[in-house]
Every structure is written in C-alpha cells, then in structure tokens.
C-alpha cells in the first residue's frame, strides 16, 4: 500500500480528469489502482460505483456499493446510493436499513434524508416519507427535487393543497429538474395525479 499522498492524489487526480473528457473505462481503471494502493478505498470504490451509475449500468453500480459496503459496512455515499437502487427495484426493508446506515454517517447531509424519504414513499409510509423530505428541505431548501419528493409523498396521502404547494415551489426553484415535466402535469390536474 503506498503511503505517498502525492501520488495516490494523481491517481484520484486522473480519474476526475478522464471522468470529465467521457473516458469513464480510463477513470474506473484510475480509481481501481487508488482503491489498491492506499487506505482510502471505500471512497475510490465508491466513485467507481458512481461512475457506472452516471453511464446508465444500474447494476454493476449496485454490484460496486455492495462489495464497498461488505468490506466498509458504516460508508455513507455507498450505503446511500445502494438505498436508492434497491428502493427503486423493491427492496424497501434492505433501503430503509441502508439510508439510516448512510443517514448516521453524514448526518448534516440533505441526500439520506431524500433517500430515506424515497425508501417509505415505495413502501407507502408518507408520513415518515414526508418528515424525511422535510428534514431534506431543511437542509438543502433550494433543492427543487426534494420538494418534489415531498409533493409525490404529499399526493399519495391524499393532502393535495400540501402537494400543490410542494409542486409550485419545486418548479420555483428550477423549471427543468428531473420531474419537472410530471410536477406541471400534477399541478394542471389538481395536484394529485
């Protein structure tokens, strides 16, 4: 294992740069050797992680953040970002018990709470769907994705002035936000389908 930072700073360095010209096989490569040359091997892992997620392979991202989080049980970005993929796919119970891991390790971060907010919202508990997403506004107010999370969680529990409100502040914040499109169709229909 190599204890010279400058060096494993060029490795991490050189996966940036080859993430930020589209050469994401050349960054995964990079971060690989950083993971196998220094102690800071969940984050390289992770990023690995990451990267396959931004190119669209879900599943060798999914792959990623579980072997990071066999080895680093308590890694936040990885224990998050996994919630959210098995949230997605129903693994509710296994995305709750990894937001609250990812919640516990960066607990002035707005994203566990989003993810955990998402995790209830697919199993269908608003109400801790909506503290989540509050507690998520409450630390990142100027996200419009959290406020529409909170809109979604809002109409499924049939509180539609709530989910309104949630939807206009949404698209206050940024018109073209992933969900964007949705939260104006939500809002033309009353704000709840």
Known sequence: MSTDASQLEAYDLLGRLYLSQGQADRAIAEYQVLAERSNRAAGALTMI????????????ARSQYEEVLAAHPRSGVAA?????????????DDAIKL???AQEEMRSRAEPEDTLGWAYYHK?????????FERAIRRAPRNPLYHY????AHAKAGSKDHAREAFRKALELKADFPGADDARARLASGGTS
């Open 149 to 152: 999370h909170l809109g979604l």
């Open 80 to 92: 998050n970002n996994l919630a959210w993929i098995y949230a997605e796919s129903g693994r509710e």
């Open 99 to 101: 937001a609250t891991v």
């Open 124 to 132: 269908g508990l608003t109400g801790h769907a909506i503290g989540a």
């Open 49 to 60: 992680g990451m990267i396959q997620e931004a190119r669209g392979n879900r599943e060798a």
